[in-house]
């Protein structure tokens, strides 16, 4: 990728080379380790089985009078979710990252070319490919609309590409700093709403039909890159220069996409990075903090409880998994309470979610536990680190849980099982941070800080046993305020369930104190293990 002599090398030259980076980069990657590769098959064969389906199932609508209205909906999603993965995951092709190259003697418009060449190297454009493909063959009627088709499904793939470049050379330099990557903290809420929210239209077009899209269809098959695939349905129905529009303006976002790009990596390679510059520091974030240290217990307690809160405000792989669990809290009652098939009792899984928090405790800190390992010298003090752990976790946890339970009782208006859904969560919750406590001391990991991933290699196994062994212990821990649950509504005692809420709050905090004097030994023989299984990331 040199220059030679003093001019710069050109798109000819640097797009084969870049081509072979990527794949040489992809196969040096894969060579690592034996879980990486099995991971990267696992995910090429569900995605090329999927796009299988999907092709298959788009050229069975050949014919319908709703094809246009699904291929041109399905384009218009595929084309939001290439859009937002680089804000969410901006190192997920590392090798294509445009501030790697500044250094080097290329010009931005070359650059572009290559890199766009080098983009069509993937999972996600073969995906693209696949679906471009199958509506362009149910669409297409005639040989004119064929050879619309093939200019659309070029134009839809390279749209798709260019796009997802260009928004990720725009924010390149805020995604790769460390307050970009909080923007990942949206990535879990963002897939929980948009799951929930598929389940909630899939159901609505159950009862309704496809006709019911139509008019959404419309107005997105002039928006690029669908409006490619509506000038093949234009085309095929004889309406030529509708299609030629359509063809145009797709062609037109296509060039305004290239120079955007283009433009965002001149800014790159021309103007200093100030992502290393020290920032100012957050004064309000500061003052709250010390506020909420006045109102914490004094001693250790209050210190665990603050530094634990801070976490949460601060470590992007905390907040990432706070947001994600207060979401799906939340979201699953109150999206089964707007269908009508919600129950009060969905309510735990707010309890249920940020109880889950507390597994693995030590994994946050990575080889900061060290600073807290030097503070425990006895039992005793292994108990008031985990005390002080559990009950930073309390403090949000408690009023969300009560809260989600509130809310989901009023919208389906069983008011007299708000009780018993209050008794259940706390027991569920004090089972949680008691399998919690003894299975961080029991069974801790690390946490890798960069990229997306949650465990580090070769520590899958005890994240797994961890987490689900630690799920089913809980399970089996609130057996008896379930069985008692079970007892009062078969015996035709529903009137004595609000003695749940008493019954299971103190047994939630029994069981909590239990499990926390049970894990203290444990964390106190072993913190030279707990401090290695925790570096490794």
């Given amino acids: 990728m040199t220059a030679t002599g003093n001019a710069p090398a050109n798109a000819q030259a640097i797009t084969p080379v870049l081509v072979r980076l990527k794949l040489s980069l992809l196969r ?56 937002v993965m680089p804000l969410f995951f901006p190192s997920g092709d590392e090798t294509l990252d445009p501030t ?16 766009l060449v080098a983009s069509l190297v993937g999972i996600g454009p073969l995906f693209t490919l696949c679906l471009a493909t199958g509506a362009t063959i149910a669409l297409a009627h005639g040989a ?17 590409v260019a796009l997802a470049r260009a928004v990720a050379a725009a924010n390149i330099r805020l995604l790769t700093s ?71 303006l797709t062609a037109a976002a296509l060039v305004a996409l290239l120079a955007l790009w283009q433009r965002s990596l001149t800014r790159l390679m021309t103007t200093p990075d100030g992502s290393t510059l020290a920032a100012e520091p957050d004064k309000g974030t500061s003052r709250a903090f010390d506020a909420l240290g006045g109102l914490l217990p004094a001693g250790r307690t209050g210190t665990v409880m603050e530094r634990s809160l801070r976490y949460v405000w601060r470590d992007p792989k905390t907040k990432a998994a706070w947001v994600t669990s207060l979401a799906i809290g939340l979201i699953v ?6 269908q009508g098939t919600g129950s009060v009792y969905f309510a735990c899984f707010a309890a249920g979610m940020l109880g889950i928090l507390m597994y693995n405790q030590f994994g946050q800190d990575t080889s900061a536990f060290w600073m807290v ?17 559990a009950l930073a976790l309390l403090v949000i946890t408690l009023p969300y849980a009560t809260l989600v339970t509130v809310l989901t009782t009023a919208m389906l208006g069983e008011w007299p099982a708000l009780p018993e859904a209050l008794g259940l969560s706390f027991a569920l919750l004090g089972a949680m941070l008691a399998t919690g406590a003894w299975s961080s001391a029991r069974f801790p990991y690390s946490i890798p800080q960069e990229g997306y991933k949650n465990v580090a290699p070769g520590q899958a196994g005890l994240a797994w046993l961890s987490i689900f062994g630690g799920m089913v212990a809980a ?25 749940l809420l008493p019954i299971g709050t103190a047994y939630g905090w029994a069981v909590t104190d239990a499990g926390l004097r049970l894990a203290a030994p444990r964390l106190a023989r072993r913190l030279p293990e707990i401090l290695t299984a925790v570096s490794k990331g």
């Fill in 178 to 248: 460390r307050k970009g990557r909080d923007l990942a903290v949206l990535s879990g809420l963002v897939i929980a709403v948009g799951a929930q929210a598929v389940n909630f239209g899939a159901q609505k077009l159950g009862s309704s039909g496809l006709s019911t899209l139509d008019p959404a269809a419309a107005v997105v098959r002039w928006i690029p890159p669908a409006s490619a695939l509506g000038a093949v349905d234009s085309v095929s129905e004889g309406a030529y220069a509708t299609g030629a529009a359509q063809l145009a």
């Fill in 475 to 499: 399970a089996l821990l609130c057996a008896p305020v379930l069985a008692l649950t079970i007892w009062l509504h078969a015996s035709a005692a529903a009137s004595w369930t609000w003695l």
């Fill in 100 to 115: 790697r190259l500044v250094m080097l003697p290329l010009r931005p418009r070359p650059l572009v070319r290559a890199l």
């Fill in 373 to 389: 390992a030097m503070t425990i010298s006895s039992t005793r003090d292994a108990y008031v680190e985990l005390r002080g752990r």
């Fill in 333 to 338: 009652p109150v999206f089964n309470a707007l």
């Fill in 28 to 83: 040096n990657g894969l060579r690592q380790s034996a879980g990486r590769r099995a991971a990267y098959i696992a995910s090429v064969t569900v995605t090329l089985l999927i796009a299988a389906l999907q092709l298959l199932g788009l050229i069975a609508l050949r014919g319908s009078e709703h094809a246009a209205t699904v291929c041109v909906l399905l384009t218009g999603v595929l084309t939001v979710g290439w859009a």
């Fill in 144 to 160: 004119a609309a064929a050879a619309t088709g093939v200019l659309a499904t070029a134009l839809t793939l390279l749209v798709c």
